[in-house]
Each structure stands twice: as structure tokens, then as C-alpha cells.
């Protein structure tokens, strides 16, 4: 069997371009949806998102305040500019770009981020928020990735009630959210981590499998149920320094139903979910 592939780019493009008509639908009405971006010091990989994210914005209608900040910048300081971003009303949304400098308490700027204006969800009100099902804003990859779920089928989507979900890994803003999100959506739930005895035994019985690492061939073909969807969160590089994921795509195609490629999966949905994100905060005035 070989595996449809999921493609992140054209779905992301058909999302960015409905983001794209609804930001001109606000600005018709005066208002111009606007992020700001704060990016403290100078790590090369965080430069490259940071970039990526300004950009799609430009590209889709809404506007992005780039702050780019020496990593001598305080924690006072970072905290003082979150707070005059909270209340600046051209500001729907406020991404602060982690990793921070070691000498700021990371968790700290992120509650110091307004709930209304938290577009990548990882604010305690937002966990909170998913995890009762109230409205909030749901961290963008896990929900890039329900929304390629939701493409499935010609865009009737996959029917996960019943259906048994393994995620590997459980990160807070991947793993743990990706969970909850497939629990509201009536799958039966595994979470797996460093410690999990015999995953394979697991995944083995998993009708869709999220892989969200960070280590090259976690899930190898003899690990995959025929039919499954396969979600591959993963972003590593492999020996040739190539974008790889956690899944051994080659293998895992023969046998899966559905699977992410990497590049060109979760990764540009996770930006497009960003613009979502900054519209409805926009949108919800
Ligand atoms: P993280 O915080 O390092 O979490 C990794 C998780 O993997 C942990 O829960 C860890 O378990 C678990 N783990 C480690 N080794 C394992 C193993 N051998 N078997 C099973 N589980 C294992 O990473 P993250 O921030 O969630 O990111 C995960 C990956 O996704 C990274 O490659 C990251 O770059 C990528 N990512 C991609 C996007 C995107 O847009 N494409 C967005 C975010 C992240 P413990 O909890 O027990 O340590």
C-alpha cells in the first residue's frame, strides 16, 4: 500500500487564502488585524521562524509588528513591552518567540501575554480554556494538525470518534494540547514519552499516530497499523543536514494510509494557524 500524502502546502494555502478574504472583509470595516512578534537575541532558527511568520502575514492581509531585541534585554523589559502590546488596540495578537534567553523566566512573559491577544495558545488560560472546551485560542501546530485531519476524505474528514489515537509525546505545546483536541473529537487517547514501556505495541493499535519528538525513525513501518493516519510533528536533520521528521517516511508509506511529509506537512500549518489565530482575535474585537 502506499499512503495519500497530506499535503501542509496546499491546504495552507487554501487556508491562508479564506484568512486572506477575511482580513480584507475587517479592513473594510476599518480595522486592520495586526501581530507583533518579539524576538529576543539572535538564534539563527528562531530569526528563520520569526521571518517565515512575518512574512505569511504580509502575504495574507494582515499586519505584523516585528521587535527584534538584543538577548542582554531584561526580563523587566520584555515584560514592560508585553504589557504596552496588551494594551495597544492595532495589536490582535502577540507572539514572543521561544526559546528565551536563559535569564528570562520564559513561562512568565508568556502569562504576562493577554488571553485575548495569546494567538499561539500557550498562556495557562488558553491550556485551560481547551481543556474544558470553553473558546480560546488553541496552540497552533496540534491544531494545524486536526485541521489536516478535517481535509481527509475530500474534505469530509476523519471520523475519529472511537477511533484510537497515539501521541508521542508530551510537550505542552504539542503533545499534551493534541490530546485534548482528539479527546473532544471522541478518539480514545494514548499519550507516550520517554519512559512509555513497548510503544510499539501501542502504536501497533493505533488508528492515527502524531509523532512529536524531535529524533529521526521514532516510528518505523513494522510500528504502523495498514490504513493508519500518520502525523509527523518532527522537524530534525539527517547526516546529508536535510529536514527530516520523526517518521521513516519511506518505510511508513507502504504501510500507512495518510502521512505528513516533512518539510511541507505540519510545518507551514503551523504558521497558517497563527494567521487564523491573529484573525479571530482580531475578529472578536
Ligand atoms: P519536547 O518538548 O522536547 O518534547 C519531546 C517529547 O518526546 C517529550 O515528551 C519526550 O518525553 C518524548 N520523547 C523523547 N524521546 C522519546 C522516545 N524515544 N519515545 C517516545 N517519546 C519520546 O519537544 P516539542 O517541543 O514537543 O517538539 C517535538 C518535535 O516537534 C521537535 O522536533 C520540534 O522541532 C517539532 N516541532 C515542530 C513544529 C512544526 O511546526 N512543525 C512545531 C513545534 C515543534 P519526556 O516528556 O518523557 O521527556
Not at 523566566?105 to 500557550?122: M, T
Not at 488553541?138 to 472511537?162: A, R, V
Not at 493505533?206 to 490504513?227: E, H, I, Q, S, Y
Given at each position: 500500500m502506499t499512503a495519500q500524502l497530506i499535503d501542509g502546502n496546499a491546504l495552507s494555502k487554501q487556508l491562508r487564502g479564506a484568512v486572506a478574504q477575511r482580513a480584507s472583509a475587517l479592513?473594510?470595516?476599518?480595522?486592520?488585524?495586526g501581530l507583533a512578534v518579539v524576538l529576543v537575541g539572535e538564534n539563527p532558527a528562531s530569526q528563520v521562524y520569526v521571518r517565515n511568520k512575518v512574512k505569511a502575514c504580509q502575504d495574507n492581509g494582515i499586519h505584523s509588528l516585528l521587535e527584534p531585541y538584543p538577548a542582554t534585554m531584561s526580563e523587566a523589559e520584555l515584560l514592560a513591552r508585553?504589557?504596552?502590546?496588551?494594551?495597544?488596540?492595532?495589536?490582535?495578537?502577540?507572539?514572543?518567540?521561544?526559546?528565551?534567553?536563559?535569564?528570562i523566566d520564559a513561562q512568565k512573559v508568556i502569562e504576562a501575554i493577554s488571553p485575548d491577544k495569546d494567538v499561539d495558545g500557550?498562556?495557562?488560560?488558553?491550556?485551560g480554556a481547551l481543556m474544558v472546551g470553553q473558546p480560546g485560542f488553541w496552540p497552533c501546530t496540534p491544531y494545524g494538525c486536526m485541521k489536516m485531519l478535517e481535509s481527509l476524505n475530500d474534505g469530509k474528514g476523519y471520523e475519529l470518534k472511537g477511533k484510537h489515537a497515539v501521541v508521542i509525546g508530551r510537550s505542552n505545546i504539542v503533545?499534551?494540547?493534541?490530546?485534548?483536541?482528539?479527546?473532544?473529537?471522541?478518539?480514545?487517547?494514548?499519550?507516550c514519552h520517554s519512559g512509555t514501556q513497548n510503544l510499539k505495541a501501542l502504536t501497533l493499535q493505533a488508528d492515527v499516530v502524531v509523532a512529536a519528538v524531535g529524533k529521526r525513525n521514532v516510528l518505523t513501518a513494522d510500528m504502523v497499523?495498514?490504513?493508519?493516519?500518520?502525523?509527523?510533528?518532527?522537524m530534525n536533520r539527517n547526516e546529508a543536514g536535510k529536514l527530516c521528521g520523526?517518521?521513516?517516511?519511506?518505510?511508513?508509506?507502504?504501510?500507512?494510509?495518510?502521512?505528513?511529509?516533512?518539510?511541507?506537512?505540519?510545518?507551514?500549518?503551523?504558521?497558517t494557524m497563527l494567521l487564523v489565530n491573529t484573525l479571530?482575535?482580531?475578529?472578536r474585537g
Amino acid at each position: 500500500m502506499t499512503a495519500q500524502l497530506i499535503d501542509g502546502n496546499a491546504l495552507s494555502k487554501q487556508l491562508r487564502g479564506a484568512v486572506a478574504q477575511r482580513a480584507s472583509a475587517l479592513r473594510a470595516r476599518g480595522i486592520v488585524p495586526g501581530l507583533a512578534v518579539v524576538l529576543v537575541g539572535e538564534n539563527p532558527a528562531s530569526q528563520v521562524y520569526v521571518r517565515n511568520k512575518v512574512k505569511a502575514c504580509q502575504d495574507n492581509g494582515i499586519h505584523s509588528l516585528l521587535e527584534p531585541y538584543p538577548a542582554t534585554m531584561s526580563e523587566a523589559e520584555l515584560l514592560a513591552r508585553v504589557d504596552a502590546l496588551n494594551r495597544d488596540p492595532a495589536i490582535h495578537g502577540i507572539l514572543v518567540q521561544l526559546p528565551l534567553p536563559a535569564h528570562i523566566d520564559a513561562q512568565k512573559v508568556i502569562e504576562a501575554i493577554s488571553p485575548d491577544k495569546d494567538v499561539d495558545g500557550f498562556h495557562v488560560a488558553s491550556a485551560g480554556a481547551l481543556m474544558v472546551g470553553q473558546p480560546g485560542f488553541w496552540p497552533c501546530t496540534p491544531y494545524g494538525c486536526m485541521k489536516m485531519l478535517e481535509s481527509l476524505n475530500d474534505g469530509k474528514g476523519y471520523e475519529l470518534k472511537g477511533k484510537h489515537a497515539v501521541v508521542i509525546g508530551r510537550s505542552n505545546i504539542v503533545g499534551k494540547p493534541m490530546a485534548l483536541m482528539l479527546l473532544q473529537k471522541n478518539a480514545t487517547v494514548t499519550i507516550c514519552h520517554s519512559g512509555t514501556q513497548n510503544l510499539k505495541a501501542l502504536t501497533l493499535q493505533a488508528d492515527v499516530v502524531v509523532a512529536a519528538v524531535g529524533k529521526r525513525n521514532v516510528l518505523t513501518a513494522d510500528m504502523v497499523k495498514p490504513g493508519a493516519v500518520v502525523i509527523d510533528v518532527g522537524m530534525n536533520r539527517n547526516e546529508a543536514g536535510k529536514l527530516c521528521g520523526d517518521v521513516d517516511f519511506e518505510g511508513v508509506k507502504e504501510v500507512a494510509g495518510w502521512i505528513t511529509p516533512v518539510p511541507g506537512g505540519v510545518g507551514p500549518m503551523t504558521i497558517t494557524m497563527l494567521l487564523v489565530n491573529t484573525l479571530e482575535a482580531a475578529e472578536r474585537g
